[in-house]
């Protein structure tokens, strides 16, 4: 593996493992706002309770000195009555108060001098409900001395007191809780955008690294593709170089064997005394003359069966994996290629590398041929012939056919390039006849070359793809 992909293939867990950890400190970060926020309301509550008891407690005073007062106009039993119950309830709500602020000793202090203030107070109240109506004197002095000692200001302002700092405290616990909530907010937010960015970077490598795959093997299938066709390639110019041998070779074996019987016939009329000797060395030597060239019609005659393995196949499939392989000469020129392929004729029955073969020679000949045009374009379309036929048309700009070579162009050799073997239309017409097929070239009025072979056809394709354009180089 490069060191590229192999950095890539490492990063990739690294960021996403980074990724899971920040989420974790993500979430511990929401649990402590969770938990912060749940003891402000703690806090609030707290307030509420200690605001509600000193709330009791001054009604319990109010109520304590009107049920006073109203006895002691009256004579009534019920406010005595009353004024019993509210100095109970007083006593009941100190503790409570005290329970309350028992965390905080300032608290505390306060409300053991709010309930010595209480405590006197009663006292006070106490003594003129003892004295009543019958001795309105007594109690009368009593309560101008309350108002001496001022112990109900006192009581007033403890509470007042009291309630200021419950709610200054409280206000200061928000303030704190405010100020860290913000501060563990933008952290949280910075984490989660660095884990967001974590993710994405990850998710982006590891999607880089499945298309590095995945152009690794199209790379690969690529090059056994090409593997193959060469392998094709190999037998098929071995094939037409055999049978251009076969047929050079058999016109000077047939002169050979010429020449051998007419010795032979001139050593039979001579007296030489070893002419029987010489007669059957001439014997062998034709017999073997004769063997080579049955040997060679063999030879010959395998090539020209042209057998096939066939089977239905895309026509487009077949010219897209040509058109792959030969646009690798184009990538330094490019060439603007249109594939219009007729989709109900795209189901042929070939030999699909064979007619590969014959698409990747009639495609490269198209881009050398336009190698140094300023317009460079190949089309290659295909529509139903007749007789159950499917005919492909490879169109390009180029320069036109050679004269010299347009009338020889499918004969083995014949070849205008100065590093051309001129076997590459030979073999394509070759697979194209063993196919039941036909192909031919011409130079249209406008310009270029138009090759044209037929292929039989498996059928019409109900759901092809339609035609597309493409963009080679």
């Known amino acids: 593996m490069p060191r590229k992909s192999l950095a890539t293939s490492t990063q990739a867990p690294l960021l996403l493992g980074a990724t899971l950890l920040l989420f974790i400190v993500i979430a511990g970060a929401l649990f402590l706002n969770l938990m912060r926020l749940r003891d402000s309301f703690s806090w609030v509550q707290h307030t509420n309770d200690v605001l509600l008891a000193i709330s009791g407690i001054q009604r319990a005073v109010l109520e304590a000195e009107t049920n006073e007062r109203g006895y ?11 004024y019993g119950r509210a100095r109970e309830a007083l006593a009941s709500r100190l503790d409570s108060l005290r329970a309350l602020v028992g965390d905080n000793r300032e608290h505390v202090a306060r409300v053991d001098e709010l309930r010595l203030f209480v405590d006197m107070r009663t006292a006070q109240l106490g003594r003129v409900i003892e004295l009543g109506p019958e001795r309105m004197h007594e109690a ?19 509470l007042t007191a009291l309630t200021r700092v419950e709610q200054a405290l409280l206000t200061e616990r928000m303030h704190k809780h405010d100020r860290e909530s913000l501060a563990a907010a933008l952290i949280t937010a910075c984490l989660l955008i660095l884990a967001v960015a974590s993710a994405a970077i990850a998710a982006f490598l590891l999607e ?20 193959e066709l060469m392998r094709v390639a190999r037998l098929s110019t071995m094939g037409e170089m055999s049978s251009a041998l076969a047929h050079e070779l058999n016109q000077p074996l047939g002169a050979i064997t010429n020449y051998v019987q007419g010795s032979r016939r001139l050593v039979e009329a ?24 049955a040997v060679i ?23 897209e994996d040509a058109l792959a392989l030969a646009s690798v ?31 990747l020679n009639l495609i490269r000949n198209a881009f050398e041929a336009m190698r140094d045009e300023p317009e460079r374009r190949l089309r290659i379309g295909s529509r139903a012939a007749a007789g159950g036929m499917v005919e492909v048309v490879v169109a390009d700009t180029g320069p036109g056919l050679d ?71």
Do not use: C, N, W
């Open 72 to 82: 002691l106009l009256t004579g009534i039993d019920s406010y005595s009555d009353a």
């Open 140 to 158: 009368l002095e009593i309560l101008e001395q309350a108002r001496t000692d001022r112990l109900t200001e006192r009581v007033e302002t403890s």
């Open 208 to 227: 880089h690294q499945r298309a590095t795959a995945r152009q690794q093997e199209a790379d690969q299938r690529l090059q056994s593709l090409q593997a």
């Open 270 to 293: 001579s007296s030489h005394p070893d002419k029987a000797k010489i007669g059957a060395a001439l014997d062998k030597a034709a017999q073997q003359t004769l063997r080579a060239g």
């Open 297 to 319: 019609q063999r030879l010959r005659d395998f090539v020209g069966r042209g057998e096939t393995d066939k089977t239905v196949e895309s026509l487009r499939a077949i010219a």
């Open 329 to 359: 000469v184009t990538r330094d020129r490019p060439v603007d290629i249109a594939l219009a392929l007729d989709p109900a004729s795209d189901r042929v029955l070939v030999d699909k590398v064979q007619v590969q073969q014959v698409f």
């Open 403 to 473: 004269a010299q070579i347009a009338e020889r162009m499918f004969q083995p050799f014949a070849t205008t390039k100065p590093d051309g073997m001129g076997i590459g239309l030979s073999i394509s017409q070759t697979i194209i006849q063993a196919h039941g097929g036909s192909i031919s070239a011409s130079t249209p009025a406008e310009g270029g070359t138009v090759f044209s072979f037929t292929l039989p056809s498996a059928g019409v394709e109900p759901h092809a793809t339609p035609a597309a354009t493409v963009q080679a180089g």
